[in-house]
């Protein structure tokens, strides 16, 4: 969700917050990403297009340069992308950027671009108070298997969507009671 269309779009995904032993998936999330490929909308199987202008480009290498710089690992480091038959596309291969901090730049922008930032905290609370204090709330997931952990964050978690991805028995997670949304 946070390489198609280049993560140029609103609803991309744009930071994932490991929660925990979460912390343990981020080489299989750099996995997943780096098997993308690269290509013009109308190649076949092409899994993220380029960027939509030159500037973009520059932009967000710029950001990923300061990321890197404060801190940050480039865990999968798309810079310097290319794809033959395009030499002059606006290339940015997916990137996921490990141990960003809200302090980032690239944190506290809106990058646009095929760039998942992964950011780690030890409790479910502390996921929800950094989502909540983010002013880019248009949407927020869990990935649980835990019923209560999911009710809690679609109850505390304030964005205009939450998505919740339970894992367990039926009726393991009741219709919300309750909807909160920016």
Same mark, same amino acid.
């Given at each position: 969700?946070? !390489?198609?269309?280049?993560? &140029?779009?609103? @609803? ?5 917050? /490991? ?31 380029? /960027? ?40 940015? #291969? ?9 302090? @980032?730049?690239?944190?506290?922008? $809106?990058? !646009? ?12 609370? $502390? ?11 248009? #949407?927020?997931?869990? !990935? ?8 809690? !964050? &679609? @109850? ?16 393991? @997670? ?9």
């Amino acid at each position: 969700a946070g !390489f198609g269309a280049a993560g &140029q779009r609103c @609803m991309a995904l744009a930071r994932v917050v /490991l929660v925990g032993g979460a912390k343990a998936l981020l080489p299989e999330i750099v996995e997943e990403a780096s098997k993308l490929t690269l290509g013009r909308f109308d190649t076949p199987g092409a899994d993220v297009p380029p /960027l939509n202008s030159a500037s973009e480009k520059v932009r967000i290498e710029a950001l990923l340069g300061a990321a890197e710089a404060g801190g940050a690992a480039l865990a999968l480091d798309g810079r310097g992308a290319s794809v033959e038959g395009s030499p002059d596309g606006n290339w940015v #291969g997916p990137t996921v950027v490990a141990d960003v901090t809200p302090d @980032m730049d690239v944190y506290k922008t $809106e990058v !646009f671009g095929p760039v998942l930032q992964v950011l780690t905290v030890d409790s479910l609370d $502390e996921a929800i108070a950094l989502i909540n204090a983010n002013p880019y709330g248009n #949407g927020g997931a869990i !990935f649980t298997r835990s019923g209560a952990a999911a009710r809690h !964050f &679609q @109850m505390h978690c304030d964005v205009g969507q939450v998505g919740v991805n339970a894992r367990g028995g039926a009726g393991a @997670m009741r219709p919300a009671t309750r909807v909160e949304g920016r």
